[in-house]
């Protein structure tokens, strides 16, 4: 067992730390009220190669694994970007890069891993719908075969980056739920290229994470060619999972991160800060321990995730991979979103005010309770997949 990280996962550390420094909480301050897109800090990403990390060198990455996104997402947090640090490398090298790495065929994957590792494709994933939300095998897009073609319709919503987006996963049912033997089959991903005048896009107002927007999304006889089928045919559900999976650690990775950032600028706050007797606050044990407690459980964490990811890039079976993922993700959630909240107690009122950033990283932080799956479902999922226990609910 080996706790040190890899000459390879140190430059890239390193170089995240800069970038994460460059673009800082006064750069995504207006990036978030002015809702626009990080251009000068997607062009540094690019730059420094992290929209190729995933991606094999035969296809213009530099050939490393989850593991190594996850460092350079935590680290870009950690130093200034929050939860944008991860944001955009989770639309394009999870739901692009990893998704047709994993799954893709190999026209598919000559077609998108080149642009998407320099940059020039930026990717979104559809899978969530109005009326299934978490109940996943209970969506209603379809996608039917035509000739040689699939036409897709149905209505996604909250389908982040898709405003932008070049390409998209689409998750739509190609069988009735169950025809095929068991409830996770029927269901396809398809690759689709946008925009197309099939695909209607709308942004959602929303609480936060603004310089992204996350959309509804109808297709209406979106024709897709029969290549557009990343196979095998109603079998996507097991392969999705090797997306999902990596999602929910992106989360963990970036949820460390930003409880990273607050909690240091908390404890240089409470340094300074003095309001009883010219004794700083950050004396007080009421303030500290908080921290203290949740900087520990996020250590732990780290540890956990990375174990995920390790086992990810090891190939491993998806079970193995998500009963780490979801263990945690759950503590990420926990911790994370209690050290941001004592961060912002340690602020006091002026944690209150956008000038001193931690009320972005609170709205921030809450998105990782709710997506890319609740914490009522991370803690489902420990209970019936790891302890054992039975499912109160159906499909
Ligand atoms: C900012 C943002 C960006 C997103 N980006 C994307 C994206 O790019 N692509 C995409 O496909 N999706 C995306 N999503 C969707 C996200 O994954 C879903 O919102 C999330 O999975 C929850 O689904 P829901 O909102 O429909 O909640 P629901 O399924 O309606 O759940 C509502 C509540 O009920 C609880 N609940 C439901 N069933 C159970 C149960 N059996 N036991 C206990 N509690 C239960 C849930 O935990 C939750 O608290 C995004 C969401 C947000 C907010």
């Known amino acids: ?4 990280l890899t000459e390879h996962q140190r430059m890239i550390a390193n170089s995240a ?7 800082g909480p006064e750069y995504w301050r207006k990036k978030d009220q002015n809702s626009e897109f990080g251009n000068e800090f997607w062009k540094a990403i690019c730059s420094a190669g992290f929209l190729g990390i995933v991606i094999p060198e035969e296809y213009g990455g530099s050939g490393g694994g989850a593991t190594e996104l996850f460092i350079a997402m935590e680290e870009l947090a950690a130093n200034g970007c929050g ?3 991860a944001w955009y490398l989770i ?12 799954h893709g065929t190999e026209e598919q994957k000559r077609k998108y891993l080149p642009g998407l590792a320099k940059g020039d494709i930026e990717f979104s994933m559809a899978l969530t719908e109005p009326n299934a939300g978490t109940n996943t095998l209970n969506i209603n897009t379809t996608a039917r075969k035509e000739g040689n073609h699939w036409i897709i319709n149905g209505n996604k919503t909250f389908i982040s980056g898709a405003d932008r987006a070049n390409g998209m996963l689409i998750i739509a049912r190609t069988s009735p739920c169950g025809s095929a033997g068991s409830k996770a089959s029927g269901l396809s991903l398809f690759l689709a290229d946008l925009p197309d005048k099939a695909v209607e896009i709308s942004p959602i107002a929303k609480h936060g994470v603004n310089y992204s927007h996350s959309c509804n999304v109808t297709f209406s006889d979106l024709k897709l060619p029969a290549s557009a089928l990343m196979p095998p045919l109603d079998g996507g559900w097991h392969n999705v999972l090797d997306t999902l999976n990596p999602e929910r650690m992106s989360f963990s990775a970036v949820g460390i991160g930003i409880a990273h950032l607050a909690i240091t600028r908390a404890v240089e706050y409470s ?5 009883f007797n010219g004794v700083p606050i950050g004396s007080y044990q009421s303030l500290q321990f908080p921290l203290a407690e949740s900087y520990s459980c996020l250590e732990a964490a780290r540890l956990l ?3 995920a990811s390790v086992a990810y890039d090891a190939g491993k079976p998806s079970a193995e991979v998500g009963a780490a993922a979801n263990m945690a993700k759950a503590i990420v ?10 961060a912002m107690q340690v602020f006091g009122g002026y944690g209150y005010a956008v000038e001193y950033d931690v009320e972005r990283w609170w709205r921030e932080i809450n998105l990782t309770r709710l997506a890319p799956i609740t914490q009522q479902m991370t803690l489902a999922y420990i209970g019936e997949r790891v302890l054992g226990m039975p499912k109160s609910y159906q499909a």
């Open 1 to 4: 067992m080996d706790f040190e």
């Open 17 to 23: 730390k800069e970038i994460g420094a460059e673009f």
């Open 83 to 85: 939860m944008a640090g």
């Open 91 to 102: 639309l394009s090298e999870v739901f692009g890069g990893l998704s047709i790495l994993k």
């Open 271 to 275: 340094r300074e800060r003095k309001v």
């Open 305 to 307: 995730n990375f174990r």
């Open 333 to 342: 959630v926990e911790h994370a979103i209690r050290a941001v909240y004592w």
